[in-house]
């Protein structure tokens, strides 16, 4: 028969205890909420009402209900207290000493029949349950931050967990509200597995100076549409906590070197710079356990005062090529008032274009967002050209031709003899090094890369990329661009796929590895990015879209210039590939879209 789940205990009110309890008091559950001392106690019990109080100024909760919810909650020091409770879940720090420690005293203080289960996010369920005299009843409940808002509950299952301990703790998810993915006890699980690498990587980015922190969390949110940028996240989650989930995946999970933490990581939690919970990590924040970042010494300049001496005044551009990236191009500048000359190989190519970039401003003037004088002076502004010579007189070029060094060389050597001194040369590449393009001109010191996103009119971000030869005049030109535009811009260096695709791709890359692992589904995969950390879409949807072609030469690129043998291509992509799987555009990716 299964369990009644009457009252529930949760050990440490931290980042997560304190949102666990709020879930279970939320669902009507009693709940025993323990910690080491009073002082912590009594900052518990701040975090959750600090959550409850800002749950009825949203009108999210009435307060006849948070004050039943807090009723149900009773607050205590020390474990003994737990002696009633039906389930109790542990969330203390990840350490594999102390929650055994913890688990022994549990097994002593509970009843027998009571489920012990642990919110590790990395540890070994089972090492974990060997502490007690009852492994058959211990359980990996992973919830995700923050507990109360994300959906999704990894349900960790050893090889000794009973299946009715299982079923039973399925059905508490349930009636949580949550959807859980059951799965076995490997370090990471599935999301974290998958988050962890990118976030250390974004670690290293920020690290090594590649880009500033605002830069790499706006490429994530604008680029991919994230909840959140990584280093923002980090803070978070906390940066202890992320030390140690790291370290363990690194020890438990094969010494992949990309979990080894990064230095830094280290130093700021030696340094009390924990994130969020101390008030201060990669960013700062209004006081401990606020959510509201206060500007610092980093913070860079906002307005006029962002932008270096000596910009150049950009009214005339030049956009060379005919495919999806220039048509997108095209509009974007014209609409932003510049005078544009679209050059192509050929009239022929030259209507098509126009014709492209009419029906999407009429687009948005049925859709009421773009008026009828605006398009016809968007359009007017648009001059169509078959040569190159009529660039002479142009500030910038943005070049959009086919992803080939030979073919974009020898438009840039072209463009050197053609356009007039001062100009801004810009490429769109998305994985060529833009120094090798720079380098085929007598004036590197002018040539950047723009990176912009497709579709181009809509999506919000621009990479702005700098080579070791590109002048700060030039960058900053770009970036004053970019803010007319009404776009963000992100200065990066000149790396393999820039900010965004360095930190996509190898997840990307590695949850297909999860899935040829036989880890886990591709469906119970994607449910665990959508719903444990809000991506608009899990990376076997992503993959199919994108196309598992691309994808696949994206990581392939990685792999070449980093070497970083976690990123090497997982062999179901390629075969995926070989076999003609390419995703949507082909009807059949890692999902059948023939098939409704
Ligand atoms: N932070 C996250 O985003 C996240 C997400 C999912 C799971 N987790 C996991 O949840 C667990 C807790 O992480 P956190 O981020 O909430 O940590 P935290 O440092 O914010 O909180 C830990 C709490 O445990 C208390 N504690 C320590 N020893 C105790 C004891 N002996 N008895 C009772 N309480 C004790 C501490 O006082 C503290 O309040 C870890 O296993 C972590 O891996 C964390």
Avoid at 117 to 129: D, F, P
């Amino acid at each position: 028969m299964a369990r009644e789940f009457t009252r529930v205990g949760v050990v440490g009110l931290g980042t997560m205890g304190a949102g666990i309890v709020e879930v279970f008091a939320r669902n009507g559950l009693d709940v025993t909420a323990v910690e080491i001392s009073e002082a912590a106690l009594e900052r518990g019990r701040v975090t959750l009402t600090g959550s409850t109080d800002r749950a009825v100024a949203k009108g999210k909760l009435a307060e006849a209900e948070r004050d039943a919810l807090l009723a149900r909650v009773d607050f205590r020091v020390g474990l003994d207290a737990l002696h009633d409770v039906d389930l109790v879940i542990e969330a203390v720090p990840e350490h594999l000493d102390l929650k055994q420690r913890i688990f022994a005293e549990l097994d002593r203080v509970c009843k027998p029949e009571a489920i012990l289960a642990t919110n590790t996010s990395s540890l070994s369920v089972t090492e974990i349950s060997v502490a007690t005299s009852r492994p058959n009843q211990v359980i990996g409940i992973h919830f995700f931050n923050p507990a109360p808002v994300m959906k999704l509950v990894e349900v960790v299952r050893t090889v000794v967990t009973s299946a009715d301990v299982v079923a039973d703790v399925e059905a508490l998810c349930e009636r949580l509200g949550k959807v859980d993915v059951t799965i076995s006890d490997r370090a990471g699980f599935i999301a974290n597995a998958l988050l962890f690498g990118y976030l250390n990587h974004a670690v290293g980015m920020f690290e090594a100076r590649y880009a500033t922190r605002e830069d790499i969390d706006a490429a994530m949110k604008l680029g991919c549409g994230l909840p959140m940028g990584p280093l923002a996240l980090m803070d978070l989650i906390g940066l202890d906590t992320a030390y140690e989930i790291l370290d363990t995946m690194y020890r438990r999970g094969g010494r992949d070197r990309r979990h080894a933490p990064a230095p830094l990581l280290k130093q700021m939690v030696t340094a009390g710079l924990l994130g969020r919970k101390s008030g201060r990590g990669f960013y700062t924040y209004e006081r401990p356990g606020s959510p509201k970042v206060v500007p610092d010494e980093y913070t860079p300049p906002a307005g006029d005062a962002a932008l270096a001496d000596g910009t150049r005044a950009i009214a005339k551009v030049g956009v060379v090529g005919s495919g999806t990236m220039a048509t997108g191009i095209i509009e974007v500048f014209a609409k932003a008032g510049y005078e544009v000359i679209s050059v192509t190989r050929g009239a022929e190519k030259s209507a098509k274009v126009c014709e492209t970039v009419k029906t999407s401003l009429n687009k948005g003037v049925v859709r009421g967002k773009l008026s009828e004088t605006d398009r016809d002076a968007a359009l007017g502004r648009i001059t169509w050209s078959a040569t190159l010579d009529h660039l002479a007189d142009v500030d910038l070029v943005v070049e959009a031709v086919i992803e080939e060094l030979s073919v974009k060389k020898a438009l840039f050597a072209s463009l050197d003899e053609i356009c007039k001194p001062g100009v801004v040369l810009a490429t769109t590449t998305s994985s060529l090094p833009v120094i090798d393009v720079a380098m085929a001109t007598q004036r590197p010191a002018d040539v950047i890369g723009l990176h912009f996103f497709n579709p181009a009119p809509i999506m919000p971000l621009v990479e702005i990329v700098r080579t070791i030869r590109t002048s700060a005049e030039t960058s900053a030109t770009a970036r004053a661009v970019c803010a007319t535009l009404g776009k963000t811009g992100v200065v990066c260096g000149d790396r393999s796929g820039f900010i965004v695709n360095a930190l996509l791709f190898p997840y990307l890359n590695d949850a297909v590895r999860m899935l040829e692992a036989s880890y886990s589904t591709a469906d119970d995969i994607d449910y665990a990015m959508k719903l444990g950390c809000g991506y608009p879409m899990g990376p076997f949807e992503l993959l199919d879209v994108v196309g598992l072609d691309v994808s696949l030469a994206i990581q392939r690129e990685l792999y070449l210039e980093l070497r970083e043998p976690g990123f090497a291509p997982a062999p179901l992509l390629e075969h995926l590939v070989t076999a003609g799987y390419l995703g949507r555009k082909s009807g059949r990716g890692f999902r059948d879209h023939t098939r409704r």
